[in-house]
């Protein structure tokens, strides 16, 4: 059972499988965008990490010293992967659905979108008790099911992409549980 909103602290609660950006839309309507210190809080990174991922040009920089939805979300989403996959490769894997970090018009799907689908899929994997690649790959082909891309190839690309995140989130949590097992041995 999921316990955190994947890539935050935030507890899971029911109702966000459909929509767990939903859980960051509040807070962002009433802050107007995060500043470096509660983005922080929101998701335990370091904050010079999350300045380096700007500097790096993979996060769009801040705008007035504060991080607006797509900043947020694009942090979120490569903290959820980071644990089991090489920085680069997460940044291939959302160049490949989106294109360029500045640029909406070459996007397959909103970040936001993006970062739901991830979640909902989780979620469903998690309640079917799978890890299975197959398994996985229909639960994204029924998530997407009235998915209609900008592109010919758009709803191929995103299955395989969104395939590679999911995955990659689940062995970083079954990573956790091994290291906790292990540390369970000299307790």
């Not at 998701?43 to 607006?68: A, M």
């Not at 299955?159 to 906790?180: F, N, P, R, T």
Request: with cysteine; charged share 25%; proline share 3%.
């Amino acid at each position: 059972m999921m316990k955190n909103v994947p890539g935050t602290v935030l507890p899971w609660t029911e109702g966000l499988q459909a929509n767990a950006f939903a859980v960051l839309s509040p807070v962002l309507a009433v802050t107007k965008g995060l500043t470096l210190s509660q983005l922080r809080e929101l998701t335990g990174l370091e904050g010079s990490t999350i300045q380096n991922w700007v500097k790096r040009g993979w996060v769009e920089s801040p705008t007035g010293k504060r991080y607006g939805e797509q900043q947020i979300v694009r942090i979120v989403i490569i903290n959820m992967l980071r644990n089991s996959m090489q920085l680069e490769r997460i940044i291939a894997l959302m160049a490949y659905i989106n294109g360029h970090v500045d640029d909406r018009s070459d996007d397959i799907i909103p970040d936001r979108e993006l970062f739901s689908l991830l979640c909902s899929v989780i979620y469903e994997a998690d309640n079917r008790q799978s890890t299975d690649k197959a398994v996985i790959a229909s639960i994204i082909e029924e998530q997407l099911a009235d998915y209609h891309g900008p592109n010919a190839d758009s709803k191929e690309k995103l299955e395989h992409a969104v395939l590679c995140m999911v995955l990659g989130y689940i062995a970083s949590e079954i990573k956790k549980q091994a290291d906790e097992a292990y540390e369970g041995l000299f307790i």
